[in-house]
């Protein structure tokens, strides 16, 4: 079985009626499953998390995305969060038996078919980008719905699919291969800031660090400590394991403990099977002997 | 979502038909997923994994067992096992969501349901023992088939369900919780049996080691190395990175190092689960918050 993950961010945060409408374009579809969907008012944006094979995904994240397009006018569109699209933005990423070039190939099936079928621009980012001014979203969404009229004129700007010209309701929208993104926060025990930011800088990409760790410090106020905040955006290339021991060594130099660590919202089981991998220093072991993944795999199989 | 796994042992290893025959009644069951059966001619014996949610796991055992007794007269059976029924024992086994004595009480009923409807004598084992000599498996079955019909004379065999006297064909059965079995290897940078020797007695319940595991050294003649080989018996309480560290500490002590380990067969997540939860000293961690896991609940809810 093949699984691919997809968070398609809709420019709509209050009215009910139209987010269950988007909702429920994936709802009619077999094979995929939302996991979780949430609105911010203030934002006026909704952000949908969807599970399924291939094929029907990419199914179920056109119709939402036709579906969202009849029902959201960005001429009308206020919030806080910067938006360009009325769907704004649809990454995806590769959770079980895809690679990311299956998965890049997808993103540019998909994002033909909303250029063609929709008459939306699209634009391929991340590791899907056509070019290296692509990869990064906020990049793209310079200038937001109101100023791509004029953006997208601009040669480097034209869109990867579709018209040269924006959806006068629906704006335009950014589709893109990406890695599952793994919220990890390390809590130490000192209530020294001056250490959270010093290991947060000695693990980040930004300042010589991993390749694919944000990081910040911050004060855990109630608790008296504080914690090295993270997104590990690439937890094969760069895995839990590493920037973990890499923490507590760093600790260490400052007489610091390591007193706990949390993983904020989903992790894939094979970010967590590396884990025990490497501890454990298993020889062959890999994710499809995990009881419940096997019970998946037959539940899908069946269907 | 609840799941139960059993692994129903049945004195059949040699016609398909009848294997076939078997299996296919839980086949015909919603929400039971067959994982893996496999048959031993020498033996005459056939090992089928299930997993399903409680109710329709019970219904699909209690058919198995109704058909085996149709299928299998053990008067006619020979084979190298011991086995004293036709359906020869039934370990249920709490994978997700359920306690130990929501295990033992489903036990009981299925005890109860076969005793009363197939009028085949049931002897609870394991954590559903009704008395410490019926815990072990081996006390119970000792006398096979053919000494039963004396054996369940006896005041203290006297069955926990069904008749007090033995099936004519499908003769007794032992059902009861138990549970999942993990077996983990260890591979040792040595070619000295004595140093794994040595270690799996360190760690082995039976010699003064942690209470649920079973070890022994032996030689990988290829690889010129050592391996304790182990079932842990209860993952749970006794964990799989604790008796890793111990090991690792013992061969320390001997110059040698850990070069390998390796878990046969399946895995259930929570066991994973607890080896991440050790090492990254994680806060609040459980399995609901796997990517895959979460899929499987959404599945299982949708039907």
């Given at each position: 079985?093949?699984?691919?993950?997809?968070?398609?961010?809709?420019?709509e945060?209050?009215?009910?009626?139209?987010?269950?409408?988007?909702v429920?374009e994936a709802?009619?579809?077999?094979?995929?499953?939302?996991?979780?969907?949430?609105?911010?008012?203030?934002?006026?944006?909704?952000?949908?998390?969807?599970?399924?094979?291939?094929?029907?995904?990419?199914?179920?994240?056109f119709?939402?995305?036709?579906?969202?397009?009849?029902?959201?006018d960005?001429?009308?569109?206020?919030?806080e969060?910067?938006?360009?699209?009325?769907?704004?933005?649809?990454?995806?990423?590769?959770?079980?038996?895809?690679?990311?070039?299956?998965?890049?190939?997808?993103?540019?099936?998909?994002?033909?078919r909303?250029?063609?079928?929709?008459?939306?621009?699209?634009?391929?980012?991340?590791?899907?980008?056509?070019s290296?001014?692509r990869?990064?979203?906020?990049?793209?969404?310079?200038?937001?719905?109101?100023g791509?009229?004029?953006?997208?004129?601009?040669?480097e700007?034209?869109?990867?699919?579709?018209?040269?010209?924006v959806?006068?309701?629906?704006?335009v929208?950014a589709?893109?291969?990406?890695?599952?993104l793994?919220?990890?926060?390390?809590?130490?025990?000192?209530?020294?800031?001056?250490v959270?930011?010093?290991?947060?800088?000695?693990v980040?990409?930004?300042?010589?660090?991993?390749?694919?760790?944000?990081?910040?410090g911050?004060?855990?106020?109630?608790?008296?400590?504080?914690q090295?905040?993270?997104?590990?955006?690439?937890?094969?290339?760069?895995?839990?394991?590493?920037?973990?021991?890499?923490?507590?060594?760093?600790?260490?130099?400052?007489?610091?403990?390591?007193?706990?660590?949390?993983?904020?919202?989903l992790?894939?089981?094979?970010a967590?099977?590396?884990?025990?991998?490497?501890?454990?220093?298993?020889?062959?072991?890999?994710?499809?002997?995990v009881?419940?993944?096997?019970?998946?795999?037959?539940?899908v199989?069946?269907?």
């Open positions: 079985m093949k699984l691919v993950e997809s968070v398609p961010n809709f420019s945060g209050r009215r009910k009626e139209v987010i269950e409408g988007i429920n709802r009619k579809i077999r094979r995929v499953w939302i996991l979780d969907y949430s609105s911010d008012p203030d934002h006026n944006r909704s952000v949908v998390t969807l599970v399924g094979e291939p094929e029907p995904l990419l199914e179920a994240l119709k939402m995305t036709k579906k969202a397009a009849e029902l959201i960005l001429r009308k569109h206020t919030g969060h910067p938006r360009m699209g009325a769907t704004d933005v649809i990454p995806l990423v590769p959770i079980m038996n895809v690679t990311k070039d299956e998965c890049i190939s997808l993103s540019r099936i998909l994002g033909e909303i250029g063609n079928e929709l008459n939306i621009p699209v634009y391929l980012y991340e590791q899907s980008a056509t290296p001014t990869e990064n979203l906020s990049n793209i969404r310079k200038g937001e719905f109101e791509f009229s004029e953006k997208i004129k601009m040669k700007w034209k869109p990867d699919f579709g018209p040269d010209k959806h006068p309701s629906a704006g929208v589709v893109g291969c990406r890695e599952f793994i919220a990890f926060n390390v809590n130490l025990g000192t209530d020294n800031i001056e959270a930011k010093k290991i947060a800088k000695a980040r990409h930004i300042s010589g660090g991993f390749r694919y760790v944000k990081a910040l911050f004060k855990l106020e109630e608790r008296k400590i504080v090295v905040s993270m997104n590990l955006t690439n937890f094969k290339k760069t895995p839990i394991h590493r920037v973990f021991e890499v923490i507590k060594l760093e600790a260490e130099r400052y007489g610091v403990p390591i007193v706990g660590s949390e993983i904020v919202g992790i894939p089981l094979n967590l099977s590396s884990v025990a991998d490497f501890y454990l220093r298993l020889e062959k072991f890999d994710s499809s002997t009881l419940e993944n096997k019970i998946l795999q037959k539940i199989e069946e269907e």
